[in-house]
């Protein structure tokens, strides 16, 4: 079953699946009494959030939504997955929570085939959060504020390490514009055409002091650094692990080695290093990892040679004698109050629609995404050639096509409230009538991120690249 | 390379065909014409559209029969209403023979080659229809086309004749000379060939069993069915329970008689004690085997013996639904069954049974593309499933993972037939018959150069020799016979003492097969009869598995060459290699078995007069 809602209309989706769970009678009151807090407010919350209001909200007819209620809370297991398009909106830990609250509500996690999973883009966004490269965590997620973590973090290293939480990407761009950050070490990113309205990030990162950029290719933003390091493709050129979207961690095995001046990340950071005054030697991916054992409790258990023998462990793995965990949350069944623990917060969410309003003036909802066979601004993929690959397009549904008297291939300006681009149309199937579809495989071609908008999620820090509003324009 | 989805849409005439199939489209997502105004925020798709998957061949089907071929809109147009990603569909449109989609192919008589019509009317038949139509296979109407055995041995030649349009028009005509075969692809009137012969039947002979009502019946009439005694097993099925059913399929030590002599009881227990429903019935009438016609003769003589049966086993292993998976080029049988099937519904006998206490059972008739090796089992499920007839890996079995991957039972025609008397006689009354290790009797088939070919049925323990007198002796001095059809082996003249059970043949080395019977006389080319087989057995690999793939291909070579003068030292070693690993490492039984006849040809001597 396919439910197309409008763009940015989760909550108020997922609001009212909760209430006609609750209407059916359908909900696990045992699992709610025993592992849950907060129902009732939330019952009482999404009372208003009736089908009938949904379908207004969110266009998917009353009867769609009902028959997915009863669908997902009598499944006899039922994941709830989800990838950017509920991530990246000005109000995204607020979509994330109005998911979670329809899986406490019926018991869909910590149980073997249900449970929340966001989707990673890519084969190791899970390791980087592993890893601690996230403001507020060290690596294990562990809390950067709490200060025994951070004591044994610092006898491990024989360093400080700075407090309070650091920024997120969305907070060092409000920084650089109030002139609080002026360096910035970039190590596969590609902010200079990833950014939403990217015409002003571009303007902050030129007007960095010190702008480092380290990257497997010359990208546009390392085309306006002032120091490049040429690093080696993590996935071929170096050793290592990665951790995929179910917590997997697996060994990555050098096959080739890096071209010209290419280097291993390790390397990179160690010469850093010893340039500053701090003598780390020469520590192999092992080394380092077996390092990360000792500090990261979840990881502690994943030796070399554990992962070796069973193809990746999932954590949390807590010693050598531990098979690694399957699922998250599991404690939330448990029998004994003791072993439960603290239970699982409802949180009663608002519907906020997207900031970026539709009006006369900006009468089109362009939402942007990927394509099969390209990657993000294209750094990794435009490399190389594919037989289903066509240049940007603006993606028009045929009815919205035939008001503005264009056809495919007919070039158009598409205009937001920050910027403009000119593409092409296509004219596709898949969309409905006041939705548009643009990818940001390809900024040189078409710099689509002017077009977005950086209003950014307050917990998260994501902006909302999944809801501008535009117009179309004919060209010549 | 340049890959692109294809933009082509379907004509009128294949949209309705289509959808006469699959129903009307419910949106343009779907394939309609016209947006709805909820679709944009609804649609299904995920296992409800994968569990339409099943009806990919039957609409496939309905395209072909309608306009003649799979064009690329027709395609379009199927994939879109069933979620199948063209290229996939596509792959499944190639696999069959009867499926066209290079060109229309609107009108199209496929002619039988094969062993049994070859040098029995088949070169003058496809010379006549060369010189009104042009070479095989070419020009924009009626055209024709050689054709692997269509089970009319006894009538050679034979044609089957498939003339698309609303409705269309599919005839197995035989024996048929040039003319009618033209009226029949200009839908002018023939005179329908007679449905397959029994010559004991037609003797008046008193102790048939499996023949019993053949002749006598009224294939259209289930009120004659009944008058002659049909239903009454059912009845007693009913009365007995699934389990004493069983009980009596095993004390009756009835074996499978579709080739691979397993035993049928014990098939029966398992798929009613597997653990996972909902089970399903199959009947495996995909008859193919080169010289095989037994079970095209019970279908369109005795139909509702093959319902009944069919419904005894959905009632014994608790299936409710039940497969007839019939080869495409048997219209006349599926016509006859489907008629069967609905008086058998229309009077209470299928779908709910009403007959002591009730059961739920079902049939729908599955029509097969042309492809020999759909009769394999788990290839035929993958068939009716709506993927490429590639036979599966073993284990596990069907009784555990068949069709759907639920318990299946697969039982051919002639051997669902034998249930019925086990039923209302006793599993061990039944086994008084024929012999210790192969009980009841077997239909065999007889043709080549005997005198009076057709279906013959003997008590197990007959010889081969005695099979041949039966049907009037051998035109001619007798060279070989082939026993078992282009999967079996050839046997010498000096061994028609070979009792024909399956522990005499096992014995002898050959194997009952299918129950072909097929004598050559000395006039024979053997090196003809050969190549023909090492050519079905090379175009009709599945190409799924390397050995047979590659080895149907070096066999067909190694033969050319030795029949043509080569070394015979050299091909003859290469032959038995080549075999050896087919055997060995081939996942089903048709590379295991493509070498069997070739070998026992160059081991008795037949090609070119060098034993081996």
């Given at each position: 079953m396919w439910l197309g809602i409008d763009v940015g209309s989760d909550i108020a989706l997922a609001n009212a699946v909760g209430r006609e769970i609750l209407a059916q009678g359908l909900e696990d009151r045992d699992f709610i009494d025993r592992a849950t807090s907060g129902f009732d407010a939330y019952a009482e919350w999404v009372d208003r959030f009736t089908l009938d209001y949904a379908e207004t909200i969110t266009g998917v007819p009353a009867d769609a939504i009902?028959?997915?209620?009863?669908?997902?809370?009598?499944?006899?297991?039922?994941?709830?997955?989800?990838?950017?398009?509920?991530?990246?909106?000005?109000?995204?830990?607020?979509?994330?929570?109005?998911?979670?609250?329809?899986?406490?509500?019926?018991?869909?996690?910590?149980?073997?085939?249900?449970?929340?999973?966001?989707?990673?883009?890519?084969?190791?966004?899970?390791?980087?959060?592993?890893?601690?490269?996230?403001?507020?965590?060290?690596?294990?997620?562990?809390?950067?504020?709490?200060?025994?973590?951070?004591?044994?973090f610092e006898a491990s290293w024989g360093a400080g390490i700075p407090t309070p939480a650091g920024w997120h990407l969305s907070l060092m761009f409000e920084a650089m514009e109030r002139g609080d950050l002026r360096a910035l070490y970039v190590i596969g990113e590609n902010p200079a055409q990833a950014e939403a309205d990217v015409t002003r990030a571009r303007r902050l990162l030129g007007e960095l002091d010190l702008l480092v950029v380290q990257d497997i290719f010359l990208t546009r933003t390392a085309r306006m650094a002032d120091i490049v390091f040429p690093a080696a493709a993590a996935w071929a050129e170096t050793e290592g692990t990665v951790t995929n979207s179910e917590r997997r961690v697996q060994r990555v095995r050098r096959a080739l080695i890096p071209p010209g001046e290419a280097r291993d990340d390790i390397a990179i950071l160690s010469d850093l290093a010893a340039r500053m005054g701090h003598n780390w030697g020469s520590p192999t991916a092992e080394e380092l990892w077996d390092e990360l054992r000792s500090l990261s409790p979840i990881h502690a258990g994943m030796s070399y040679r554990r992962l070796e023998e069973h193809r990746g462990l999932q954590w949390p793995c807590l010693d050598e004698q531990d098979p690694g965990s399957p699922f998250l949350h599991g404690r939330l069944w448990a029998d004994d109050p003791a072993d439960r623990g603290r239970p699982a917060p409802f949180s009663p969410v608002e519907y906020v629609p997207p900031v970026d309003e539709l009006t006369d003036e900006f009468p089109i909802r362009l939402t942007t995404g990927r394509r099969l066979d390209s990657y993000n601004t294209g750094v990794q993929s435009g490399g190389y050639t594919s037989p289903k690959r066509h240049r940007e397009s603006l993606d028009l549904d045929p009815d919205d096509a035939d008001r503005l008297g264009v056809a495919d291939g007919d070039r158009v300006r598409v205009v937001s409230r920050r910027g403009a681009v000119e593409a092409p149309v296509r004219v596709v199937g898949g969309l409905r009538p006041g939705l548009a579809f643009m990818t940001f495989h390809f900024p040189d071609q078409v710099d689509v991120n002017t077009l977005t908008i950086d209003a950014w999620d307050p917990k998260s820090g994501t902006a909302e690249f999944k809801a501008t509003a535009i117009r179309v324009e004919k060209v010549g | 390379m340049d890959l692109h989805l294809l933009a082509e849409a379907p004509t009128d005439a294949e949209r309705l065909a289509v959808d006469a199939v699959l129903g009307e489209p419910e949106s343009a997502r779907d394939g309609g014409r016209h947006r709805t105004a909820a679709e944009a925020h609804i649609a299904y798709g995920g296992a409800s559209a994968r569990a339409r998957r099943r009806e990919l061949l039957p609409a496939l089907h309905a395209l072909q029969d309608a306009v003649g071929w799979i064009s690329r809109g027709g395609l379009n147009y199927v994939c879109r209403r069933l979620t199948i990603p063209p290229a996939e569909a596509y792959g499944v449109a190639t696999f069959y023979h009867l499926l066209a989609t290079d060109e229309p192919a609107a009108a199209v008589a496929y002619v039988?080659?094969?062993?049994?019509?070859?040098?029995?009317?088949?070169?003058?038949l496809a010379a006549g229809l060369e010189d009104a139509l042009g070479p095989a296979g070419t020009g924009p109407g009626a055209t024709w086309k050689?054709?692997?055995?269509?089970?009319?041995?006894?009538?050679?030649?034979?044609?089957?004749?498939?003339?698309?349009?609303?409705?269309?028009?599919?005839?197995?005509?035989?024996?048929?000379?040039?003319?009618?075969?033209?009226?029949?692809?200009?839908?002018?009137?023939?005179?329908?060939?007679?449905?397959?012969?029994?010559?004991?039947?037609?003797?008046?002979?008193?102790?048939?069993?499996?023949?019993?009502?053949?002749?006598?019946?009224?294939?259209?009439?289930?009120?004659?069915?009944?008058?002659?005694?049909?239903?009454?097993?059912?009845?007693?099925?009913?009365?007995?329970?699934?389990?004493?059913?069983?009980?009596?399929?095993?004390s009756s030590r009835l074996m499978g008689r579709g080739g691979?002599?397993?035993?049928?009881?014990?098939?029966?227990?398992?798929?009613?004690?597997?653990?996972?429903?909902?089970?399903?019935?199959?009947?495996?009438?995909?008859?193919?085997?080169?010289?095989?016609?037994?079970?095209?003769?019970?279908?369109?003589?005795?139909?509702?013996?093959?319902?009944?049966?069919?419904?005894?086993?959905?009632?014994?292993?608790?299936?409710?639904?039940?497969?007839?998976?019939?080869?495409?080029?048997?219209?006349?049988?599926e016509e006859i069954l489907a008629g069967a099937i609905d008086q058998a519904r229309a009077a209470g006998l299928l779908g709910e049974v009403a007959l002591d206490g009730g059961f739920e059972f079902d049939i729908e008739i599955r029509r097969g593309a042309g492809a020999y090796i759909c009769g394999e089992e788990t290839a035929l499920f993958n068939s009716i499933e709506g993927y490429r007839g590639e036979p599966r890996q073993k284990p596990p079995f069907p009784t555990e993972a068949g069709l759907f991957g639920r318990p299946t039972l697969v039982n051919n025609v002639e051997t669902l037939s034998n249930v019925l008397d086990i039923v209302l006689e006793g599993g061990s009354a039944y086994a008084g018959l024929g012999t210790?290790?192969?009980?009841?009797?077997?239909?065999?088939?007889?043709?080549?150069?005997?005198?009076?070919?057709?279906?013959?049925?003997?008590?197990?323990?007959?010889?081969?020799?005695?099979?041949?007198?039966?049907?009037?002796?051998?035109?001619?001095?007798?060279?070989?016979?082939?026993v078992g059809g282009a999967a079996g082996s050839f046997v010498g003249p000096d061994r028609l003492d070979v009792p024909l059970t399956f522990e005499g043949a096992r014995a002898a080395g050959i194997s009952l097969g299918s129950g072909v019977v097929m004598p050559f006389n000395t006039g024979t080319d053997f090196a003809d009869i050969t190549r023909r087989i090492a050519e079905f057995f090379r175009d009709e690999s599945c190409g799924q598995c390397v050995p047979c793939r590659v080895g149907a291909v070096r066999q067909e070579e190694a033969l050319e060459r030795l029949t043509g003068g080569g070394s015979a030292e050299a091909e003859i070693s290469l032959i038995d290699d080549i075999a050896r690993a087919m055997r060995d490492a081939s996942i089903c039984g048709l590379g295991q078995t493509a070498s069997g006849a070739i070998q026992s040809a160059i081991a008795l001597g037949l090609l070119n007069g060098r034993p081996s």
């Open positions: 009902r028959q997915f209620a009863f669908e997902y809370a009598t499944a006899p297991t039922a994941q709830l997955c989800w990838t950017l398009g509920i991530t990246e909106h000005h109000n995204a830990t607020d979509n994330v929570l109005a998911l979670i609250n329809l899986a406490l509500l019926t018991g869909h996690v910590g149980r073997w085939g249900s449970g929340l999973v966001p989707i990673r883009g890519q084969n190791n966004v899970q390791g980087g959060g592993d890893m601690g490269a996230l403001p507020n965590k060290l690596p294990g997620f562990q809390d950067v504020e709490d200060d025994d973590v951070r004591g044994k | 039988c080659d094969d062993i049994a019509c070859r040098g029995r009317g088949a070169e003058h050689p054709s692997p055995c269509l089970g009319r041995c006894e009538a050679a030649p034979a044609a089957y004749v498939h003339v698309a349009g609303d409705p269309p028009m599919r005839r197995s005509l035989a024996p048929v000379e040039a003319r009618a075969v033209l009226d029949a692809l200009e839908r002018l009137p023939v005179d329908v060939s007679p449905a397959a012969s029994a010559p004991q039947v037609e003797a008046g002979a008193a102790d048939l069993r499996l023949l019993r009502r053949v002749g006598r019946v009224d294939p259209a009439s289930l009120e004659s069915y009944r008058r002659h005694g049909g239903y009454a097993a059912l009845a007693w099925a009913a009365e007995l329970g699934p389990e004493q059913v069983i009980a009596e399929l095993e691979a002599a397993f035993p049928t009881g014990v098939k029966w227990r398992a798929v009613a004690e597997a653990a996972d429903g909902p089970r399903y019935v199959i009947c495996n009438a995909d008859e193919s085997e080169p010289g095989t016609f037994k079970d095209r003769l019970l279908m369109e003589r005795d139909p509702f013996a093959v319902v009944e049966a069919m419904t005894i086993a959905g009632l014994a292993v608790g299936a409710e639904q039940g497969y007839l998976y019939v080869r495409g080029e048997y219209p006349q049988a210790e290790a192969s009980t009841g009797t077997k239909l065999f088939c007889l043709s080549g150069d005997v005198s009076t070919p057709g279906v013959y049925e003997f008590a197990f323990g007959v010889t081969l020799g005695e099979v041949l007198d039966a049907a009037g002796g051998v035109q001619g001095d007798l060279a070989a016979v082939l």
